[in-house]
């Protein structure tokens, strides 16, 4: 059974990394407020879709309004995310070793190259069958890779995916991961199969 699985929040400590990527813009003089309005502070791909974050785009707002140089800002970036992997939780690649790679889908919500490098970067890439980054709702996508009334596993921080999948793909079984380290007050509902606090508790959930 294929297991469909978010990256940020739930494999990876975003909330760890958001910290040191606001230090880095905050080290290279933007200040807080500036990083703040600026940062989605330009044309979004779609109307009515949720706001999708581009590293690039917003260097590129506060060199705009600061009429700053950012080619150092853009150097730092870049190194930070180089060294994504120290980010991974540690019960992520215990979880993931369980698994054929051929069961795993990593779907993550964002398609833009700093998503991309997050990735590619953190050294996870090796464990997934397919990796998508995606702009629209996780149903849309994971509906795809399914077979007519096959089951699955999902995994999503973000309450509203969660709803959405079970809502929209019946058959899947949710897990809601609520991490101690998560960025989101989430409550969870009644399409939320399970609600979980990290990786392991979902292995032995599957496991039983």
């Known amino acids: 059974m294929k ?36 940062y989605y502070d330009y044309p979004q791909k779609e109307e009515g879709k949720l706001l999708k974050y581009d590293s690039q785009k917003h260097i590129e707002r506060i060199g705009e309004e600061c009429q700053m140089d950012v080619g150092e800002l853009k150097s730092r970036v870049d190194e930070l995310i180089k060294n994504t ?12 070793d369980n698994f054929r790679k051929n069961d795993l889908v990593l779907v993550s919500y964002g398609k833009t190259q700093f998503q991309k490098n997050k990735i590619m970067h953190s050294g996870i890439a090796k464990y997934f069958g397919k990796i998508i ?26 309450v509203e995916q969660v709803e959405d ?7 899947g079984i949710t ?11 989430d409550e969870r509902n009644q399409y939320c199969d399970f609600e979980i606090k990290n990786l392991s508790e979902a292995l032995d959930i599957i496991k039983k």
């Open 3 to 38: 297991i469909f699985i978010d990256f940020d929040d739930t494999l990876f400590n975003t909330k760890d990394f958001s910290s040191e990527y606001k230090k880095v813009f905050s080290t290279c003089g933007v200040c807080k407020d500036i990083f703040q309005e600026l």
């Open 165 to 171: 999948v079970k809502i929209k793909l019946p058959l």
């Open 133 to 158: 980054l995606t702009d629209d709702m996780k149903s849309k996508v994971i509906k795809k890779f399914l077979k007519p009334q096959e089951a699955f596993y999902f995994m999503d921080d973000r």
């Open 175 to 185: 897990f809601f991961v609520k991490r101690p380290e998560g960025r989101f007050d």
């Open 85 to 96: 992997r120290k980010y991974i939780f540690s019960d992520s690649r215990n979880f993931l």
